[in-house]
């Protein structure tokens, strides 16, 4: 079977590498697989977690190729988003601090994923004329952000801000999202790793149950942003089929095709 996340242990803590090449597209296998990684580690009674991805690119977002394939039919549709919500759901609820070791990009779907996490550290492009990127980008796709998702971006960013950045469906630059709070550090790429590990390493120097249960409280808005009525995910599924919506989608795979 092919290992869809990497399994790599930093003594107690343990990092989980998104492995689907090529841009680590998050199809409904991968989501599953996420899960279920996020489970085994809290079994294993990790202490802390680091999700990382692959060089030059975190996760790419929803695999738009996969989800277009599933045509007219609503349940598969259906049942890839609810995969994707959670496998957000379960990082955002996971009982022990974790970090987002951005190797590269994180677009839609991987700024969700990082949103969910306790601390984001994205890696420096080697090229400043064109920087690594952050963003929630559903827009210019032709969908839309969900309150709930919009609340994750809110929390961190501020609501004007946040307003301005999801109107537009802006890719953020590294340095500008650090200087905007999305992004808590920026380092050279092949840092990233090592520093989600540190920065976990001295969380778990503090008495460990006045720490977890301060976190718990400090993220209780992040889990009520994930409620099902925030979401609303049977109005996503409508305006996934929307005609703008789906031309824009279309036009999105007729670019990927070309690159």
């Known amino acids: 079977m092919t290992t869809l996340i990497e399994l790599i242990n930093h003594g107690p803590i343990r990092e989980l590498r998104l492995a689907r090449p090529p841009v680590n597209a998050l199809d409904t296998e991968l989501c599953r697989h996420l899960i279920h990684a996020i489970n085994q580690a809290m079994s294993d009674d990790v202490h802390g977690i680091v999700l990382s991805g692959s060089e030059r690119i975190f996760s790419a977002g929803m695999d738009v190729p996969h989800l277009l394939g599933h045509g007219d039919d609503k349940h598969k549709l259906l049942d890839s988003w609810q995969a994707f919500f959670g496998a957000v759901r379960t990082l955002a609820e996971c009982r022990v ?151 824009a989608l279309q036009g999105l795979v007729a670019r990927l095709g070309k690159a």
Do not use: K
């Not at 890719?171 to 790793?193: C, H, K, T």
């Not at 920065?199 to 808005?221: C, E």
């Open 97 to 247: 601090p974790v970090v987002a070791a951005m190797t590269g990009h994180a677009p839609a779907g991987g700024c969700v994923l990082a949103l969910c996490c306790d601390y984001r550290i994205i890696a420096r492009s080697p090229d400043a004329a064109h920087p690594t990127v952050i963003g929630l980008n559903e827009v210019q796709v032709g969908l839309v952000a969900p309150e709930g998702i919009q609340r994750l971006m809110r929390r961190v960013v501020g609501h004007h801000r946040a307003t301005t950045l999801l109107v537009g469906g802006e890719m953020v630059p590294a340095e500008r999202a650090l200087q905007i709070g999305l992004v808590d550090e920026v380092v050279d790429a092949n840092l990233v790793v090592a520093r989600a590990v540190a920065w976990l390493q001295g969380l778990l120097t503090l008495p460990r149950q006045p720490m977890l249960l301060t976190r718990a409280i400090a993220r209780a808005d992040l889990h009520e942003a994930l409620h099902a009525d925030l979401i609303q995910l049977d109005r996503f599924i409508e305006a996934w089929y929307a005609p703008d919506a789906q031309q």
